[in-house]
């Protein structure tokens, strides 16, 4: 019955599907999926190694005391994990979770995905002749994370952050840290997993809906190309680590609006939006997300002004 | 939801993984180097499911033991879609529609202007989609002139007329942008669009079709014979 059921459910979805748009779109989803789901699993395991190896006291060590200092610390460390920006979610998460200063944490969310040295060889790789490129990302995003990180600082509240995500998991020891590990990656991956189906839903659904023309015709005004390349940046939701070459194809367009696509696409776009909403909250998500993308457009134009001499 | 659904889940939605990396079905998704992650990724998340589930099922045998408070999840549910997706659509790879609603043309190559290397002897020589559009706009030697060419790639109807089209993927489908050849004769003209075809034949040279939608070289069909669908549909 149920078999029957599936055949026959399976024959209406295919014929429905038949629409162009929308295989183009569904195609677009999946791949979406597929392509961040691998690091979504790294960050959790990685959240559940921090909750159940790494004691609360001995972060507090290694972090300097100074929330400022901290920031920085947290921004520089962004440079080692080599993943996309949906792994450095939980990890953030987690990060809070065992006492870390909210500020540190969240430039560590913001640099990890960034300023990786996969994102860097990828970025010159699609630029090539253009070291000045790969300077300014680097630049651009990292400042991007440090001064959201200061900004937390001055003006953050911890009440934004939705309570599950401050809860502290009990210290344990020997067999039980297993059990800790498991279980902790478990909820993360559920917990996540659900919004980074929404976001990729949402990437799809945008990606196929928006105009090409946008793309040709800013060739000549360079602040509403600095504009529509951000907008597009959070509407399509590349993976960091592919979206310089996806850059290096807009060959109609100025460097500078490549940049700024560059700088907020790995900083906030519409899934790291979603997943962030799922895992620190909606209040949260709601501030945090607007004001890196303001403040990613304004590191990447000044970073693009500084290396790339100008708005070529 | 439950916990018992959300190990559920986890399962399909590990197996899903698998099943694509398995089956070849990743590569209308991703680009080769990913599969070891999908099976890596697959992998974890089935065994994630399952150690919950065994655990649950100990802790049950033993009524001592204290259940957490787990809060509800709605979102979860969310992981159904892509479950659905790999295993009842199966969405295939990316074809002319996305060639039609392309954003921005084709790159210059590295170091453009400059010499490309000689093309290797023989009557006919096969080449990637990409290769021949970047030799064709950009090699100042003119190496394809005169040149006998093989090309493979999906037939696209345009307002620029029939053409030859690849996609191209940096990472995964959401970062394609098409490579596209025009083809002159009438062989093509009549097959649907989407369909798997290899053409040889010779560049035209110096045309330019389509200032506005990147660079596309003219192509003059000497044969054309339909191929079936290549296992990786992309170009790199």
Redesign the interface.
Known sequence: MLLVL?IL??SL??SA?DV??L??G??????????A??FL??GV?LSGAIAAFVPARVLRRVLPRSESAAVGVAGLSGVVLAGCECASVPVARRLIGQGVAPAAALTFLLAAPAVNPVVIV?TAV?F??EPGMVLARFVASLATAMVMGWLWIRWGKLEWIAE?ALRRLPEVEGRDRW?VF??T???D???A???L??G??V??AL??LVP?E???ALADQIVLGILVMAVLAVV????S??????A?????LPLLPRLVFLVVGPAVDAKLFALQA?TFGRSFALRFAPATFVVAICCAVVAGLLFLGGAR | MRRET?NV??LL?GGA?LK?AVTGD?L???KPA?RP??L??GA??VL??A??MI?DIRAARQPTTVHEH??P???????M??VL??F??A????????VT????????P??SGTSFPPLPPGAVVALRLTDFVSRAGWDEAGSLNGRTVSLTGFLVHSEQGTLLARMV???????G?PVRVQLRGEQADGLPADTWVEVTGQVVPDVNTAA??GYTPAFTVRTLRQVPEPPDPYEY
């Open positions: 599936a459910g399976q979805l295919q599907f162009p748009a295989r183009t569904a195609t677009v989803f999946v791949a979406v999926c597929v392509q789901l691998p699993v790294l395991l990828s699609a090539p002749g599950q059990r498991t279980e990656a478990r909820a991956l559920v917990d997993g659900g919004f189906v929404l990729a839903l990437s799809a990606g196929v090409g946008w793309f040709g399509l939701s590349l993976c680590e592919a979206d310089a070459f996806v290096a194809s807009l060959s109609a799922g | 959300q889940l986890l939605l993984l694509i990743y209308r998704y991703v990913h992650w999908l890596a990724a974890v998340i994630l499911g150690v919950a655990r787990h809060h999840a709605r979102s979860a549910w969310l992981l879609v892509p997706a790999v009842l659509v969405p295939p790879a990316l074809g002319s529609d996305s609603r392309a954003r921005g043309g084709t790159a210059a590295a170091g993927i940096g990472c995964c489908a959401a970062d942008f506005s939608g």
